[in-house]
């Protein structure tokens, strides 16, 4: 409803009075909250609940505001305060702007439209479900102050753990190797005091008779030296075959990547699934390497790592491996746009299997169901991805011996698992019963 | 006592004080050794900071260090896409249907494209006309990567930018077109309606702008004969699977003839069904694939054939006729005309003889025969070229009349008969463009060469029957700086349209009827269903038509023979009319008639070899050296190699086009001679002197036995006669081997050396070769060397017979006249020596017949049940899969070559060498470019290691995958291999046996089926299916 004004003038000092009084209001209001802050909390909640504030912000707002840097739509930390201080609006305002930005545009509100404007046109979602109560609590957590980087502090203080767990460690040793040498010490001196005693007392000491040193004796029986050479030739054999064997295998294999890509945070603390990066998994031979539009799909609005971090992996350090990925897909943060200039990333290849040895993915990802980490390992727990199997022959055999194939509700298996498992007397079929250990199904 | 000894060194010790002693003591070498003298430089050796024992120790870390990084993997890199094209999945393959048009092939083709690249070129199903690849197009995808592909406009030597070729080019067209001077296209048959309009406009613009079409290889009697008869400029189109009985008069049918692609109706109507099958009789002079196939082949030499069509048309439509011919050839004919009469509307006559008499004759007489076979109504379209406009351009060249000649898609200076004269007249002209692929003859004397756009990076539209198009779509980004004829068409009429929006809206106007134009081009097809406003309708004027005689028949009787000899010249399979010399694939495809790579020759018959002195000798296992002749073709001479082709008509020679390239080809590719300047008035036949030159010319052969020698477990064939009237065991019966004295069938489990192993479980392949479909066109060669990225050897390699082919197609010619007689003749042998002497017998069977029978036979790896290649390998490299396939496990080969030397159907090839990245081997997988065609999901076999036909285990290994991922069961025909896809004549099913309702499963239980050798036991998973002919004259 609008309110009828008798006058022009008294519309005027109206207005002015309403700025006066809302300015002392705010000077009490922001005393009293500091006083708030400093002495009380439960009374904070009236104003509203920050950690619900953040939830609904979460799942309302966050797509295009972040609280401290323009997306979509502007950076919303102190956004009541600021809209107050800076075009004298209220919550009032807001709320009508959040429930129907549209609406508020059309009715031809200058900051509005100036917002709308800058913004390319885009209006805002509206969001008519969202009570007061609730906008209160966005608010409210919009309101909050930015913490300092309190995860740096906590970080150095678990990083210094393991750090003083290693001094520890060596101290004990240095006193150990201290104590031995006391009593290495202690042993000599004995000894060379008994010496001197016995050399008193004219006790000759029994030099024992000549007998032949052992390395003689050992010399001189050809049996045992016999047995010994063969005994360290089959030794031998057995460590330069094992050294052999694992020539080539780059087990543990953990280069260091253009872009320091952690599947620990993405997999592990955001729990994304493997195949929405490695899409191609589930059709194709390879898992595929996800291409930066793919990063791009979540680091529009995530520029920077607000996670756990640690003295070696610092949120700066992590800033940091998002600017490379930014650098390389051409997206310039600040405009919010693509620049067009693209640096593809030459990332070093983990896994590679020799190209006579043929390996489908989605045979084992969408066909047998198989997990990711059957073979990769605990990638969501690997800050650096490294080579979890050795993806030796023998490696894959041994697997395709034991494994069942998944054969239920597929009707390619019916008649085939209907007839094999007769054939073969059992329940379930593994994978080398199907076939799977045949030279030409990975070899051609 | 030995201790007690003394050795004096010397006289000079026993004096005691010697100063020499003494020396010696010191310094054993008193003089300095001359080590300046082997080691040179004495300054720099001294200034040098290396000692001996710091060399020494440089040899020692570095081999050390050598053998430390080689047990170190390299740091593969792997770049993924910035932004990923959503059609793109890496490993997964695309396909896009579109239109092969070189001017010389035509096909609707599918092409398999992986992570963006072309990599095989397959048949397209949907399509009705031409939708059969040949081995040429099939090749064709290996032209995309050419080293030697111009990569960027040229003008003269000296490279320049698209808009430097724009402004000045159409600059001097117009100063050109005031000036009144003639401006010249000369291109290629294009057949499209786009570019045909495209031209129209171009000449709108510039009024003295004149468009001639040239064909290297001139059908150009058969469109006048055709035009002059139903007023439109086109080919009468054939569907020999309606015919019952066909005669061809030098047509090879199954070859280039008007411009091929009649095959797969040809086989159709040979394979015989209720215990019928079509009849064929064919007339000529060079030994051609349809001749192969026929069931009765008459050698005439090409004056003759003109005698026997005027002949043909007195018996059937009655005009007269009063010359002699040879009593055979008289025979055959009267035989002919009447099976012709007799099968009606159900009998064809075809013709060669590039004459528009006698291809008015035919016409006549299909008309005559109300042929259904014969289809004027839908003529051909992809032969548009004209001799005499061509023959008047050059003449106006040398006149100096011709101001501007932009070419397309030709290459006149190879394939002129005059090309000097061309030449001469090119430097009269004052703008000369050429859109060119390669710098090639003419590219490299012309102004200016537009780097053109191989078929698969173009956008195009084709007509290749009338009211039946095809559309041509890139199937990856230009790989160079490259622009299409059509576009600089564009550019030259001042348009903006994009070449691709053009054909979009002109299809979408006057073509598409109101259908989808994105259903067209997933198709790649589309037939008009009424009559389409637009169609490549050119008539060519009067003046540049050869009329037909009104009495065609009696002036063809009228014709003589000239003096001396005849020389056809033709095309090959392998190398058409010569365009894709640089393809090594084709070079080294053997020809299916002579099987010789590498070379084109002249192919003579037996007798006149005989007579003029002419020979041809075996010398190795791939080796055949042939003798020299000095050809004379009205004054011109060239001197060609010789093959006995046994079936050449006697008084004849033959000579292949395509050959003799000079420019724009690596030098292995330089082979062969030219023929095209003896093509003299654009007619294949000629008068020829044929003298024996000195020399022997090395030919690389890939079968030297010709003949079957009565061997008949090889290749099995009947008559149709026997095979209507009698059971099976009479002309295909099982072997027998002696057990107890008893005859068993080797097929018996009684007699098998090994245990059977019950492959009744899962999936078990069966590959069917049908004796009777198989033309030998060899489509299928070429599909497995892409498909299976099977290496090129080169000529010296073959001539030593270390060819890499997987799949073969053998060639065998009866000795006797038939085959039947071969076995009678061996069956008859009786002691060594005498008349019916096996020695002597055996040696006279080796030798061909002057006009033999011709069988084809595929052959690959027939994986065998009980291979005998499986039990030698020492290191179990061969073992067999339970789904039938006699796998190969390369990393595991040590090459003993002991599988190769126990094959009895010699299918196994070794890696002699390394044949990728081996300067040796300049072929393309020596180059990145050349590499990107290779199959990934294939391995590129190393040195050292056995290789052969695998089944096409990837394909089939695919194709259950995709059925265990969708969660279904497979249906028939969804297992193919390279080869039986790419059979369009249905020679080759593959399939899965223990699917009982599977084609091949219907076809291993035919009467006509056999297993190659079957008394050796082998149990192959390939059949054959006897070959039948229809000999019984009607």
């Known amino acids: 409803m609008k309110k009828p004004y008798q006058s022009l003038e008294d519309n005027l000092t109206n207005n002015m009075k309403q700025v006066i009084h809302r300015k002392l209001d705010r000077n009490i209001l922001r005393l009293s909250l500091i006083i708030l802050l400093a002495f009380s909390t439960s009374l904070h909640a009236q104003e509203g609940d920050p950690v619900a504030g953040k939830a609904l912000f979460n799942t309302n707002c966050a797509a295009c505001h972040q609280l401290d840097k323009k ?170 075959y094992g050294y052999l064997m694992q020539v080539g295998v780059n087990q543990g294999y953990e280069p260091v990547q253009p872009i320091h890509f952690s599947h620990k945070i993405h997999a592990g603390d955001n729990g994304i699934d493997c195949k929405y990066c490695h899409s191609s998994a589930r059709v194709s031979k390879t898992s595929g390497i996800p291409s930066l539009n793919v990063c791009m799909n979540c680091h529009k609005s995530i520029y920077e790592y607000n996670g756990e971090t640690t003295a070696e992996y610092s949120k700066e350090f992590y800033d940091g491996e998002i600017k490379k990925l930014y650098d390389a897909v051409g997206w310039d943060d600040a405009e919010q746009k693509y620049t067009g200039e693209e640096k593809p990333v030459k990332w070093v290849r983990i896994h590679n299997l020799p190209d006579f040895a043929y390996f489908n993915h989605s045979q084992h990802v969408t066909v047998a169901g198989l997990e990711c980490q059957t073979c990769h390992g605990p990638v969501e727990e690997m800050e650096i991805m490294s080579q979890h199997s050795p993806l030796t022959m023998g490696w894959c055999i041994n697997c395709h011996r034991d494994t069942e194939v998944k054969v239920k509700d597929n009707p390619y298996y019916t008649k085939i698992h209907e007839q094999l498992s007769k054939k073969y007397g059992v329940e379930k079929l593994t994978a080398a019963q199907m076939g799977g250990l045949e030279c030409g199904k990975c070899h051609y | 006592m030995s201790s007690n000894k003394k050795y004096w060194k010397s006289v000079e010790e026993l004096n005691e004080n010697s100063s020499i002693v003494e020396t010696l003591k010191q310094n054993e070498f008193v003089n300095e050794i001359p080590t300046d003298e082997f080691l040179g430089d004495k300054d720099k050796l001294e200034g040098s900071s290396t000692t001996r024992r710091d060399f020494l120790k440089y040899v020692g870390f570095s081999t050390a260090a050598a053998s430390l990084a080689a047990c170190e993997g390299p740091v593969i890199k792997s770049i993924p896409y910035v932004v990923q094209p959503e059609t793109i999945i890496p490993g997964v393959a695309n396909y896009y249907a579109t239109t092969v048009a070189d001017g010389f092939d035509f096909a609707s083709v599918l092409v398999k494209t992986r992570e963006g690249r072309p990599i095989k070129i397959e048949n397209n199903s949907l399509a009705t006309t031409d939708g059969g690849a040949n081995a040429r197009v099939n090749a ?531 082979t062969g001679v030219n023929g095209y ?144 007689e071969d076995i009678t003749k061996k069956t008859e042998f009786s002691g060594l020596f005498g008349d019916k002497g096996s020695l002597s017998g055996f040696g006279e069977l080796e030798v061909a017949a002057d006009n033999p029978q011709v069988v084809f036979q595929p052959v690959m790896c027939q994986h065998c049940n009980h291979a005998p290649c499986e039990t030698v390998c020492p290191v179990a490299a061969t073992s067999h899969g339970r789904q039938g396939q006699n796998h190969m496990a390369y990393n595991r080969c040590v090459g003993t070559r002991y599988c190769a030397n126990n094959c009895p159907y010699k299918v196994r090839r070794f890696n002699w060498f390394l044949y990728n990245g081996n300067d040796e081997f300049d072929y393309h997988m020596n180059d990145d470019l050349g590499r990107m065609v290779v199959n990934p999901d294939v391995t590129v076999r190393s040195r050292g290691v056995m290789e052969k036909c695998s089944m096409c285990i990837q394909m089939t290994q695919k194709t259950i995958l995709d059925a265990k991922r969708d969660g279904r069961v497979i249906k028939d025909g969804e297992f193919q291999t390279a080869c039986s896809s790419a059979c369009s004549n249905g020679a080759m099913v593959f399939g899965d046996i223990n699917d009982k309702e599977s084609k091949v499963a219907k076809l291993l239980e035919d009467d006509r089926m056999y297993h190659l050798l079957e008394y050796v036991g082998t149990k192959p998973n390939v059949q054959y299916h006897t070959k039948v002919r229809n000999t019984s004259e009607a």
């Open chain 1, 71 to 240: 997306m979509t739509g502007p950076a919303l930390r102190n956004v009541e305060a600021r809209l107050a201080d800076e075009e004298g609006l209220d919550r009032e305002w807001l709320s009508k702007w959040i429930r129907n930005s549209a609406g508020v545009i059309k009715s031809g509100d200058a900051y509005a439209v100036k917002i709308f404007d800058e913004y390319g046109g885009a209006a805002m979602t509206a969001y008519p479900q969202l009570s007061d109560e609730d906008i209160s609590n966005i608010l409210a957590y919009t309101a909050e102050e930015k913490k300092e980087a309190p995860a740096a502090a906590a970080g150095g203080a678990v990083a210094a753990n393991p750090q003083s767990d290693g001094a520890s460690n060596t101290l004990i040793l240095a006193g150990l190797a201290i104590l031995f040498a006391i009593l290495a010490g202690a042993l000599v001196l004995v000894n060379k005091t008994l010496r001197r005693f016995a050399d008193e007392k004219g006790i000759e000491l029994n030099q024992g008779q000549k007998t032949t040193p052992i390395w003689k004796a050992f010399v001189q029986n050809q049996f045992l030296v016999l047995v010994s050479v063969v005994v360290l030739m089959l030794a031998g054999g057995y460590f330069v």
């Open chain 2, 677 to 820: 300047p003896l093509y003299n008035n654009f007619n294949n036949v000629q008068s020829v002197t044929v003298a024996k030159a000195s020399g022997m010319h090395e030919f690389a052969c890939v079968q030297l036995q010709n003949t079957l020698m009565g061997r008949e477990d090889i290749i099995k064939e009947t008559t149709l006669e026997i095979f209507n009237t009698k059971d099976k065991k009479h002309w295909n019966a099982v072997p027998v081997v002696s057990l107890n004295h008893q005859e068993t069938p080797v097929t018996s489990p009684e007699v098998d050396l090994w245990d059977e192993f019950d492959r009744s479980i899962g999936h078990h392949f069966n590959l069917s070769i049908d004796l009777n479909a198989c033309t030998g066109c060899g489509a299928c060669v070429i599909a497995c060397h892409a498909e299976n990225n099977v290496p090129v050897v080169g000529k010296e390699e073959i001539r030593r017979s270390r060819d890499m082919h997987w799949l073969r197609i053998d060639r065998y010619y009866s000795s006797e006249d038939t085959f039947d």
């Open chain 2, 140 to 670: 064709s995808v290996l032209g995309l990567y050419d080293s030697l592909r111009v990569k960027t406009p040229m003008k003269g030597e000296s490279e320049i930018s698209w808009s430097t070729f724009n402004s000045e080019t159409s600059q001097k067209l117009e100063q050109l077109a005031g000036a009144g001077k003639q401006i010249v296209l000369l291109t290629q048959t294009y057949a499209s309606p786009s570019t045909s309009k495209l031209i129209s406009e171009f000449k709108e613009k510039y009024s003295t702008a004149n468009h001639v079409v040239y064909d290297a290889v001139s059908e150009s009697a058969a469109l006048d004969a055709f035009q002059a008869k139903y007023n439109e400029r086109g080919l009468a189109s054939y569907n020999f699977s309606l015919a019952t009985t066909i005669v061809s008069v030098a047509a090879d049918i199954l070859g280039d003839w008007q411009g091929g692609g009649f095959d797969a109706g040809y086989s159709q109507s040979r394979v015989p069904v209720n215990g019928k099958m079509s009849r064929h009789i064919q007339f000529e002079a060079n030994m051609s694939l349809a001749g192969a196939n026929a069931d009765k082949r008459v050698a005439v030499t090409p004056s003759q054939q003109k005698l026997v069509l005027a002949k043909l048309h007195s018996l059937i439509v009655g005009s007269a006729f009063s010359k002699s011919l040879p009593a055979h050839v008289e025979k055959a004919v009267q035989a002919a005309a009447s099976q012709l009469k007799k099968a009606g509307s159900t009998g064809v006559l075809v013709t060669g003889v590039n004459d528009v008499n006698a291809q008015t004759v035919v016409l006549e007489i299909n008309e005559a025969l109300n042929s259904k076979a014969f289809d004027p109504k839908t003529p051909i379209k992809t032969r548009q070229g004209n001799d005499k406009a061509v023959k008047t351009l050059v003449a106006d060249m040398k006149a100096g009349k011709v101001g501007a000649i932009i070419m397309s898609g030709v290459n006149p200076l190879y394939t002129l008969p005059n090309a000097t004269e061309f030449a001469e007249g090119l430097k009269k002209t004052e703008l000369s463009v050429t859109f060119s692929m390669k710098v090639d003859e003419t590219a490299s004397v012309t102004q200016y060469v537009a780097a053109a756009p191989h078929n698969l990076e173009s956008w195009g539209d084709v007509e290749l029957r009338k009211g039946h198009f095809g559309l041509i779509q890139p199937t990856i980004r230009p790989l160079f700086n490259t622009r299409q004829f059509q576009d600089a068409l564009l550019m030259w009429n001042g348009n903006d349209v994009v070449y691709s929006d053009y054909i979009k809206t002109l299809w979408k106007n006057d073509i598409l009827n109101g259908a989808s134009y994105n259903q067209a081009l997933h198709d790649g097809v589309f037939v008009s269903k009424g009559s389409s406003v637009i169609g490549d309708t050119t008539v060519e004027t009067e003046e540049n038509l050869e009329t037909p005689s009104s009495n065609a028949a009696s002036v063809l009787a009228a014709s003589v023979a000239p003096k001396g000899m005849e020389l056809t010249l033709y095309t090959k399979v392998g190398m058409g009319d010569g365009q894709q010399a640089n393809n090594p694939w084709l070079q080294e495809f053997p020809d299916p008639i002579t099987r010789t790579s590498w070379d084109n020759y002249l192919t003579v018959s037996a007798a006149d070899a005989k007579e003029l002195g002419l020979e041809n000798k075996h010398v190795a296992t791939g080796g055949l050296d042939g003798s020299y002749a000095d050809i004379t073709v009205n004054g011109k001479s060239i001197t060609v190699p010789v093959i006995i082709q046994p079936g050449q008509a006697k008084g004849s020679v033959g000579l292949a086009l395509g050959y003799g390239r000079t420019a724009g080809l690596k030098d292995e590719m330089k």
